[in-house]
């Protein structure tokens, strides 16, 4: 039973990809087709997952593998394989599931596109390359559909390639995480060299197992690190998390789907399944490549979570929510709090694709407008995506009891206040919770409180297919909840396989209080801030230099631009000019040299060789026309001739032995 | 094996065959190589390959001889049959016999006496045919196909 | 009389090959080379047959496979040949190789 599922793990990806391919096929006008395929690949992909996910119920701690050879090259044989544990049970089930409801409301977003079709490869590939990241057993497999992620997200960023800000922003993203891919890609290099194996798993010799760890010694930190860079580049980590805000340029079910739900989570992933290199050797369940992770968390979780504070557009605020989060996340595996990063990982991507999807209704609605000061007043106008939204927004900022957003952050919060080098991450992410309340309650009073300013007056409520995956989402993000109370610890066991037992009176923790008061501060904060909100921000008002310096990002980019970019249009600069003159100057001295030489050897050819080249091929001409003639065109005569030759050998044969 | 028989199907086959090689009517000469086919799968039955045996006559006799017959009529307009024999060709004939015959007695490894009661079922052959040589099946089903469209596309009345 | 050995079938066979080789070089008509050509297949045919019968047994049926591929083949062989046939006749209004040599050098 059990070995005959994680034989038929690819088919989660496969049928999805398999999908792609039979809608890339299609025609620009067999809408309907393209989004049936794609929905109809989606649904199986999730009915597998589901089918993938019962027996790892059964079990705790339940783990199986299949490796098989893919290639052999002298001794040594390059294997993969594919693995299902809790971990990528949940994900899959997660991506299927978030997958399909994003899936099903671009149906309506793009209902108006004239590339729909390929929209929906695009989608669906995209999904197959995911679940391909989350089975995979091989940091080498890993790597090829991460790249295939990449590859997907691309494409997707600058689905509207007529516009240039989408083909600049999709150009980003992909360079921004390739940076961050080379480090991966290096550290898979160094981990294959070490240990000779990137199987994860493989019945006690795989990389993340005791022996495969045993011959990496000191080495685990940098490997560590290193694959840490990959994660950082894909889950938007500071300093690589700048391309995350530009990929809102792509049409929103896909920042949805990619830059909030899936994709940028599956750094967070990575470092979560390959969290014995991190924690290999750790003292009191600190290591040097866990602290990294911690800080570099710390810092992207505050630095986004300020700068969301002053984006005027809706989707950029919801892409530095996205940002701060996956560093909270961070901040979580690197404290030790595996299980809690993964749950926070999987309650976000719910109740971030029902923002991104809800903000997407908006858009849709706003007649696509993005920018929040000209919206306002459109609780009236568009009910259920006010209801979903918000639900969507007390999810994210934490409100306790009924969001699941809550339970997740309060398992954090608690992972880092036990964390024993430094109390600094704890506190730091203290004020994250409630600045993230802040920006949320600021976003909420813009978009749907207050008068309708321009954008606003001819809104409307999005089509039924559109409302149905907001509503579905919006049961998730609260229903999840169920499963993650300390009363009844479902997923964190699961996860960290044991057996979860009910006790109602854990409920309520200390550290409950303390976020209720964390959240009301930021939302009453946000309430008494924004409640006269304008086209001017009320920061811009009382601190405007503050408030430009977060609406530009920190100049984050401007640095980037300044420094590293500078630096490489210096060097393009100094090339240019050694090339121009150093190199050219060298080339046409060569030049003339040859030139020189030819002239001497042109003299001696027409002189000397030329008459000796004519005469031979005079020679080869009356040959050739000797052999001409006596091609007879008679078929018999070659056979005869076959046959005589076949004699001569056999006489030859017969004369050596 | 049974040296009578053997003597008799050897006797048959060959002189079926320089019939078909020498006979002045092509008629008569395909007939006497349909029955010089018909010796060889007797060769076949008498080594115990009862299946390729009768593959030979199917194919061979049912098939090929028939196509052959169909040819020559369809052919036989305007030419005339009567024509010269090139010698040239019995003499290169003869000197690849005897290479080949020279050949064969001067080899003492095929001197083996053979086992008996060596027989290969039709069973086996469908097991071979689906297990190790599906590939081979396939490529030759691809390329009795090719042989057919093509054979067609040659015949096909030229367009004016 | 003598029991039939391996030496005996080669040579039956390599009669049989050069009775094809002779028809296929000697005569004029092409239908006769395509009847040589037949020859020489099923004598190769044969060849196989009797290595696979006096081999050391027992032994996977290769002999008797090969040689069901060969039939096969020539079969293929001979429908395109005779395919030629037919359309060289329309086209020279002959069926004799002498005068069909429009490959000549």
Redesign the interface.
């Known amino acids: 039973m059990s070995t005959s599922i994680v034989a038929h793990l690819w088919l989660i990806p496969a049928v999805p990809l398999a999908a792609s391919f039979v809608i890339l096929s299609l025609t620009n006008v067999q809408r309907a087709a393209a989004a049936g395929f794609a929905i109809a690949g989606q649904v199986i992909a999730l009915l597998l997952s589901l089918g993938a996910f019962w027996p790892t119920l059964q079990t705790p701690g339940y783990r199986v593998f299949q490796n098989f050879t893919w290639f052999a090259f002298g001794e040594q044989a390059l294997r993969i394989g594919f693995v299902l544990d809790p971990l990528a049970a949940v994900m899959l089930v997660m991506i299927t599931l978030v997958s399909l409801c994003i899936f099903v409301f671009s149906v309506g977003y793009m209902a108006a596109d004239r590339n729909f079709t390929r929209f929906f490869a695009y989608l669906s590939f995209f999904s197959a390359a995911m679940l391909g990241v989350v089975i995979a057993n091989s940091l080498l497999l890993l790597f090829v559909c991460w790249e295939l992620v990449g590859l997907a997200s691309y494409l997707l960023i600058g689905f509207w390639i007529h516009k240039p800000s989408a083909a600049a922003a999709a150009k980003k993203a992909f360079i921004t995480t390739r940076i961050g891919d080379i480090g991966f890609f290096l550290g898979i290099l160094w981990l294959y060299g070490r240990s000779g194996t990137l199987l994860f798993y493989d019945g006690g010799t795989g990389a993340l197992e005791s022996v495969g760890l045993l011959s990496l010694g000191t080495s685990a930190t940098f490997i560590a690190l290193l694959i840490f860079c990959g994660a950082a580049g894909k889950s938007g980590q500071f300093p690589l998390h700048v391309w995350l805000p530009d990929a809102m340029e792509g049409p929103t079910p896909v920042s949805a789907l990619i830059h909030a739900a899936t994709m940028v989570a599956a750094g967070v992933f990575l470092v979560a399944r390959v969290y014995p290199l991190f924690s290999l050797g750790a003292i009191n369940g600190v290591t040097p490549s866990l602290t990294v992770v911690v800080w570099i968390g710390v810092i992207t979780a505050l630095i986004s979570a300020l700068i969301a504070l002053a984006q005027p557009d809706i989707k950029r605020i919801l892409a530095y929510s996205t940002v701060s989060q996956l560093g909270l996340m961070m901040v979580s595996l690197g404290v030790g709090g595996v299980a809690a990063g993964i749950m926070h990982l999987l309650a976000h991507g719910f109740f971030k694709a029902l923002l991104f999807l809800g903000s997407g209704s908006v858009i849709h609605g706003c007649h696509e407008e993005q920018d929040i000061r000209r919206m306002g007043g459109l609780r009236g106008l568009m009910p259920v995506t006010f209801f979903t939204y918000a639900i969507g927004m007390l999810a994210l900022s934490g409100v306790p009891l009924f969001f699941a957003g809550a339970w997740t952050k309060e398992e954090i919060l608690h992972a880092t206040s036990q964390w024993s080098p430094s109390r600094v991450p704890h506190y730091l992410m203290l004020a994250g919770v409630v600045l993230t309340a802040l920006y949320m309650t600021r976003q909420m009073i813009y978009v749907f409180f207050g008068d309708r300013r321009a954008a606003a007056a001819h809104a409307h409520e999005s089509p039924p297919v559109m409302m149905l995956p907001l509503i579905v989402l919006a049961v998730c993000a609260v229903g999840f909840s169920v499963v993650l109370t300390p009363a009844w610890p479902w997923l964190h066991d699961y996860l960290s396989g044991e057996r979860a037992t009910y006790n109602f009176s854990l409920l309520i923790q200390p550290m409950l209080y303390f976020a209720l008061a964390l959240v009301a501060a930021g939302i009453g904060l946000g309430i008494l801030l924004y409640r006269r909100a304008s086209e001017i921000d009320p920061i811009e008002r009382t601190l405007p230099a503050l408030f430009r310096f977060l609406e530009n990002r920190m100049w984050l980019d401007e640095l980037y631009d300044r420094t590293i970019l500078g630096w490489a249009r210096f060097a393009a600069r100094l090339s240019d000019f050694l090339d121009r003159y150093f190199w050219d100057g060298l080339v046409r001295l060569c030049g003339g040299l040859g030139r020189l030489f030819g002239g001497l050897t042109k003299s001696l050819d027409e002189r000397g060789i030329n008459a000796g080249v004519d005469d031979a091929t005079g020679v080869t001409r009356a040959l050739g026309r000797f052999v001409s003639a006596r091609h007879s065109g008679q078929v018999q005569i070659y056979l005869s001739v076959i046959a005589v030759g076949m004699l001569a050998l056999l006489f030859l044969y017969a004369w050596l032995t | ?1 049974n ?2 028989a ?2 008799f199907i ?1 006797v048959l ?2 002189s079926a ?2 019939a ?2 020498c006979l002045r009517q ?1 008629v008569h ?2 007939l006497s ?1 349909a029955v ?2 018909v010796g ?1 799968a007797a ?2 039955f ?4 009862e ?2 045996g009768l ?2 006559v199917f ?2 006799v049912g ?2 001889a028939v ?2 017959v ?3 009529l ?2 036989r307009h ?2 005339d ?1 009567n ?8 003499v ?6 005897a ?7 001067r080899t003492p490894a ?6 008996p009661g ?1 027989t ?1 079922t039709v069973r ?2 469908g097991e ?2 689906m297990s ?2 599906v590939w ?1 099946l396939q490529c ?1 089903g691809l ?2 196909t ?3 469209i ?3 596309v ?2 096909l009345e ?1 367009k004016r | 009389m003598m029991t039939p050995t391996l030496p005996t079938f080669l040579m039956i066979s390599a009669a049989l090959f050069c009775i094809g080789l002779l028809a296929a070089l000697s005569r004029r008509h092409a239908i006769f080379i395509l009847i040589g050509i037949e020859m020489m297949l099923a004598a190769a045919g044969l060849n196989f047959i009797a290595f696979w019968r006096f081999g050391p047994q027992p032994a996977p049926p290769i002999g008797v496979m090969v040689t069901i591929f060969a039939i096969a083949i020539a079969a293929a062989e001979a429908a395109v040949g005779l395919a030629l046939v037919i359309a060289v006749y329309r086209h020279y209004r002959t069926t004799d190789v002498d005068q069909v040599d429009q490959l000549k050098g």
Not at chain 2, 99 to 105: E, Q, R
């Open positions: 094996m040296s009578a053997f003597f050897a086959t060959l065959a320089v078909a090689a092509l000469a395909a190589f010089a086919l060889v060769f076949y008498l080594l115990g390959a299946f390729v593959v030979q194919v061979y098939a090929v196509l052959i169909f040819t020559i369809l052919t305007g030419t049959e024509r010269g024999f090139n010698w040239s060709g019995v290169i004939a003869l000197a690849v016999l290479a080949l015959l020279w050949a064969i007695m095929l001197y083996v006496a053979a086992q060596v290969v086996q052959i071979a045919l190790d040589y081979p030759v390329l009795l090719a042989a057919l093509g054979a067609l040659l015949v030229e």
